[in-house]
């Protein structure tokens, strides 16, 4: 038997070792955003190569089909003659009879910046490979290069974690290694800092100048710190380097996807105006460094590049990254309390208030992203009646499990759990599953009757945390944001449309809520309210202000059923707000003080780089 093993070990690597593909980009369209991909494929040994554009995408958990924007596929043999190619599905196309060698051409569309598609013009090429680079069944292992041909008298210059060959070549070891590579192509500003010998990079292609640049590269080494000191160490680069891929242009999509060593970050606004909203979004991509990137759900290893990837730990990989985003502004002073306190109050309303809460736990919420992340369909849903994000209710899990953990073992907090998953999950050859998250729970504080309390209430049940009193351990109030108000009840934004006909329901209408329980949803047309019309949001703002909880109001509306009178009964707006005790005007005790300090303060293993904030730095 082991004679077998060391004959097929012999005939398969000689066989896998002849195998690569180089890949070769140009831009000689891209005022009209197109490139044009050459791909070789070389030791072929199937007698049909199926080549694939994937549908999917790491970081993104829903279907995107990416082939819809590839045309002019053509194959070629080793001596240039075109090869039959059939089109077996969207995404596939078989070469027949391929011989060794098969080269591929198409043309690439891409005109969205954003960290899931490509974006080509004249100002840089912005490259997600699953959206832009075919593949062949069996070639997964096989090395790959890229080579871009930059556009002369561009400026351009290329960034991305892939590794840097000759010739302005990239490479990478497999498949997955290369469609985890996105690239920036601009002419953009690279300031670079290095932590425990690692080298740190901001790729930003913006508008703005030299000097705002700086100041947001130190912003963002006050992150890469900070974040550091809750794992008590940085992750291994493999090529020695991370970099921020950072395009903040007019015309940019808002978004943030993390990659292995690199994360891709794009908005429309710029560093002048909103520089403090923006590094938000690298406090969050930053944390994947290693949750989801190293510490990752057996779920979603390895990646499928051709279905949806459905993760039930997605509240925990996600979620959790998104609690840890505020809290390292917080702690590295890019933030204050109360701006802490609103960001995670806004989580802790939605999950407290919101009716999908009683549909599904927070692993069903999970189980959901193939359908609302970033996912497109043209038919109606009633999300908003059975749905929470798993960022909005994995957050506020997590900050309510971490004053849990800190006001009943003392010493300890989540900084500790996280810690305890990397060093028993520190890379994605040892994925975790929902048990391992209990098990390791239970390791960190040393009680396992309270991790499985936390997974059987929390977590695999529906109910919410009990955050007022957490809380208040710590000088915050949860409180209603506003009391005294009443509400309507309409998801989406805009609620409602307005015409002379009347005031069309725009969105669902809330369980519970007023509009609901009057028996009003989606579409209808309210045309008189108290014999009233109204005929922008201004006057509707005008006259739901002058209502009170339980007071009643006359409807006439026109349904799918006809015209009607329906009564409204108001009642006072659900929504909440974790505010401090100074602002409500209660006195802060010295164990809050702590509690504060302990939690909120910095973790940084080094010291933390000083912040130009001038006007000249604004402008």
Request: net charge negative.
């Amino acid at each position: 038997m082991l004679r077998g093993l060391f004959l097929v070990l012999f005939v398969v690597l000689p066989v896998l070792a002849q195998q690569s593909v180089r890949y070769e980009l140009r831009f000689p369209n891209a005022v009209h955003h197109e490139a044009e991909v050459t791909v070789t494929f070389s030791g072929v040994q199937q007698p049909t190569l199926e080549v694939m554009m994937s549908r999917s995408s790491p970081g993104r958990y829903a279907l995107h089909e990416f082939a819809k924007n590839l045309y002019h596929f053509r194959a070629f043999d080793a001596h240039g003659r075109q090869l039959h190619v059939t089109r077996e599905n969207p995404s596939q196309w078989n070469v027949a009879e391929p011989g060794g060698t098969v080269t591929v051409t198409y043309t690439l569309y891409g005109d969205h910046t954003d960290g899931t598609y490509d974006d080509i013009d004249e100002t840089h090429a912005h490259l997600n490979m699953p959206a832009t680079l075919v593949w062949a069944h069996g070639f997964e292992q096989a090395s790959a290069s890229v080579h871009f041909d930059i556009p002369a008298g561009s400026n351009w210059s290329v960034a991305t974690e892939l590794v840097p060959a000759a010739n302005e070549t990239w490479t990478a070891p497999n498949l997955d290694r290369l469609m985890d590579g996105p690239v920036e192509l601009s002419d953009h500003i690279m300031p670079t800092w290095t932590v425990e010998g690692q080298q740190f990079r901001l790729a930003l292609h913006h508008r703005g100048t030299t000097q705002q640049a700086e100041n947001y590269a130190r912003m963002c080494q006050a992150v890469v710190l900070e974040e550091e000191g809750v794992f008590g160490g940085l992750p291994h680069y493999d090529g020695g380097t991370y970099t921020f891929l950072v395009d903040y242009l007019p015309y940019a999509s808002s978004d943030g996807m993390e990659h292995r060593d690199s994360t891709v970050i794009t908005s429309h606004e710029n560093l002048a105006d909103s520089v403090h909203d923006l590094i938000g979004t690298v406090a969050h991509e930053f944390f994947h460094s290693w949750n989801v990137r190293r510490i990752r759900p057996r779920s979603l290893q390895p990646f499928d590049f051709e279905r949806a990837n459905m993760s039930g730990e997605l509240w925990f990989a996600e979620g959790f990254t998104n609690y840890y985003g505020p809290m390292a502004l917080k702690r590295a002073g890019l933030s204050d309390l109360d701006q802490f306190a609103k960001a995670v109050g806004g989580a802790v309303s939605t999950v407290l208030t919101a009716p999908g809460r009683q549909v599904h736990n927070v692993i069903g919420m999970s189980d959901e992203a193939p359908f609302v992340d970033a996912a497109t369909a043209i038919d109606p849903t009633n999300f908003p009646n059975t749905y929470i994000s798993y960022y909005t209710y994995g957050e506020a899990l997590a900050l309510g499990i971490d004053l849990s953990i800190r006001t009943r073992f003392p010493g300890k907090s989540l900084d500790d759990w996280m810690r305890t998953m990397w060093r028993e999950h520190p890379d994605v050859d040892k994925p975790y599953t929902l048990e391992d998250l209990q098990h390791t729970l239970a390791e960190t504080t040393g009680n396992t009757a309270f991790a499985n309390e936390v997974f059987q209430r929390y977590i695999y049940g529906t109910e919410p945390m009990p955050y007022k009193n957490l809380l208040a351990r710590a000088g915050l109030l949860l409180r209603l944001a506003h009391p005294g108000d009443v509400w309507l009840g309409v998801s989406g934004r805009p609620s409602f449309q307005f015409s002379s006909d009347g005031v069309m329901i725009a969105g669902n209408t809330l369980r519970g809520s007023p509009l609901y329980e009057a028996g009003l949803d989606r579409g209808d047309r309210i045309v008189k309210w108290n014999g009233r019309t109204l005929k922008n949001q201004d006057d509707l703002d005008a006259w739901v202000s002058e209502q009170k909880p339980n007071s009643v109001a006359t409807l006439q509306v026109e349904m799918r059923t006809g015209k009607r009178s329906v009564n409204l009964r108001f009642t006072q707006s659900p929504a909440l707000e974790i505010v401090t005790y100074e602002e409500a005007g209660r006195a802060v005790t010295p164990e809050m003080e702590k509690l504060r300090k302990d939690w909120l303060t910095s973790k940084a293993l080094h010291s933390l780089p000083k912040f130009v904030e001038t006007e000249e730095a604004r402008r």
